[in-house]
């Protein structure tokens, strides 16, 4: 595995759910995500607890490769940055252990000037270092 610099890789990361140009997200999505690369949510616990009580065994959300990926990054974009209410930042910096980068962000609303939600990152990468698990909790 090439030496990873988890601040640059977590700033990438973070840039691409902020990024306004869909060819630029789809772009920084093929370089930081492998092909068949897997953002895998745990949803806040609200809904996650309304799924169960429908009778799902879960409620993990689930978007793999390329495709899936950008359009999973595009419609968080599309909910939460472009109407200018949010920016998505890092809370803590980035710690790696051999192939995996744990941090933390947070949704920042430019109005209200404060944090208003957030979540945990595991990103576990392959030998190019480029994401091949990407476990999201969301608090």
Known sequence: ????????LT???????NEPDSEA????????????????????QAM?????????PTAVLEARGHDELHARVTR???????????VFRIQ???????????FRWESF????GRATGGGREFLVLDEDGRIRLDYQFVD
Do not use: C, N
Request: charged share 25%.
């Open 1 to 8: 595995m090439p030496a990873i610099d988890p601040q640059s």
């Open 109 to 112: 609303h430019r109005e209200e």
């Open 76 to 86: 968080a974009y599309e909910e939460f940055v472009a109407p200018g209410t949010y």
């Open 11 to 17: 700033e990438r990361y973070i840039g691409v759910w």
């Open 48 to 56: 996650h607890d309304t799924a169960v009580g429908l009778g799902f």
């Open 92 to 102: 803590e910096p980035p710690t790696l252990l051999r192939d995996v980068i744990t």
């Open 25 to 44: 997200r789809r772009k920084t999505v093929h370089g930081l995500w492998t092909e068949d690369g897997l953002h895998i949510l745990r949803p806040p």
